[in-house]
Structure formats: structure tokens, C-alpha cells
């Protein structure tokens, strides 16, 4: 987070959560402050990453600081991501990753905590924010104004696309690219929504693991590819209706900041519109910022500014004392 007065650069860990389903959650923590520093309940985070992403997308957002007190952040990989295990019972729902996280917020100790999150990050804060609503301090979405849906009379159509995806998914063969280079450099040219260089090197390496590949020519090439489960790469068994949203974000009672980009998901325009209803029990502040969905990376002081800045404004309201 951005920082108002100097402070002690944030000391970051790596950190494995085995929860009671079996899943192994990998994240990367930062802590500001003395080591013995406890934050209050509004200055400390969970964080969740975007689809296919994974916890290095805070790593420009958080090594900045919310002035002189104390900040604690943990960034997940969701399971099926980055360093995170995969599902043995295949279930990807979304759902599923806001059930894990609070099994995080009990081993960390986290009675009430902060969430924060980005594209379909910011869905499952959304949700978990209705969810443990008396757990959830602040509800902070990047680029994301909860999850995406489809009309119930277009469900079994999504799931039939799963069922034919997931049957071709054996004989998909696995990305390989020769270099970690090469790989981010497929990652700044052909992801979803599109992403710069910098930030392709910041991100990509998580999401790796070593991969050999049999050439031509009968020799062993040492390689890479993505560690992501492949189930993610095709259509998700299940689809969500605007009324199951709904009953989720009707139920945040906590302060709701979404930062909005400009180049992002366009269609999050009218998501906005539509569901700022749903928000009655809470105060909503939307801000709009220059910049591609990835915006708070690329551009990570400026979403941080507005970041911190309403947090900060937040002190003189009863928020604060929570």
C-alpha cells in the first residue's frame, strides 16, 4: 500500500495452509512494522488473485505502506494455482475458494480481517464478504464488481460445453515453452486482457513448473509449463445466476471500495448499475482509473494511492475502531 510516513520495509514469507479437505494453499506474506506488531483489524488483508494469476500479482500493490501503523497481507494461491495443489474432487466452484480462504483466516487467527481482490479475486471477496459479513472489515475489489453470471435458461448449455470440453481434455497437449522467457513473453502477448512486460515477469515464474518434452529427433528437451490444473482451462462446470449473486452481495455490511479500469471489462459498467442496489446495508465508493484490468500492477502507486487514501478516510468513521 502506498505510504504516508516511513515505515519498515514489509518482511515477506512464504507460507503453506494444509486445510482439512486436503488442499495445501501456498501464499506469500508481508507484515509491516515490528515483528511482534499486531495490526488492527482494518490494516490487515487477505488477498485473492485473478483467474490463471496468482499471489505475485500484489507483489508492486503491497510493498508499499498505509502510513505509520502496522499492515499484514496474505496473498493465496487459489488451489489449482500457482504453488497451490490442485482438487482431487475436480470442484473449481467458485464458492469453493471462499470456503478455503476462511480456513486461512482461522489458522492465522483472524477473527476480523480485510479482503481484497482482483477479477475473479474480487468475485470471491464479494462473496466472502456476504458470506462472514460479521468477519470482513473492508471489501476492496480491483477491476471486478462481483462474479459473472448466466441466465438460468442458459445453464444447461454451459454445462454441456463442460462436459464436451472436459471429455477432449486428455488429448490436450501440455504448453511448452524452452525458457521461462518464452513464457512470459506468451503471457504478455496472448493473455486474457492482456498484460506488460514487466508485470509478465513479475507473475509468470509462480505459475510455472518443469516439463520434458520428447523431440523429433529422439532427445529430451527441459522446458516449461503452466502449473495450473488444466481443469481451469476449460468451461467450468457450473454457472451462477444474477438471484445466487445476489443473496451473497445483499448480505456486505462492511465498507466496499471497487477500483475500476478504464481498459478493463468493459461489461463491468453495467454490472455496476445493476447491482449498486444490492449494497444497501454498506457505503459504496467507486473509483475510476486509467489503465487495463492488470491496472494495479502496471500502474501500482496510483491504485495504491486510491487505495490507501480511502482507507485512511475511513480512520474518522466507526470503521476504524472494529
Known sequence: MTATTKNTAPLVQERTFELVNGIVLA??????????AQPRDT???LAFHGFLDNACTFDLLILQQLGPEPVEIVALDFAGHGKSSHRQTEDYSIWRYAEDAVHVADRLGWNKHAVIGHSMGGAVAS??????????????LLDNFG????????????????IEQKKNLPNKQLPFHPTIESAVLARNKNGTYGLDLPSSWILVPRGLRPLERTEGDGNTAQGWTWSTDQLLTIRSAQSLSEE???SFMTRIRCPFLAVLASQGIQTMRYMVDDRLPWLHQTNVTIRDVDGGHHVHMEDAPMVAGHVCGWILALDDTPVARL
Open 43 to 45: 490494516r490487515r488483508f
Open 244 to 246: 445466487y449473486v445476489q
Open 127 to 140: 462473496m466472502y464478504s456476504g458470506l462472514f459479513n460479521s468477519r470482513v472489515t473492508l471489501c476492496i
Open 147 to 162: 462474479p459473472f453470471t448466466r441466465s438460468i435458461e442458459d445453464q444447461p448449455d454451459h454445462l454441456l460445453e463442460h
Open 27 to 36: 501464499a506469500k506474506h508481508w507484515k509491516t512494522g515490528e515483528p511482534s
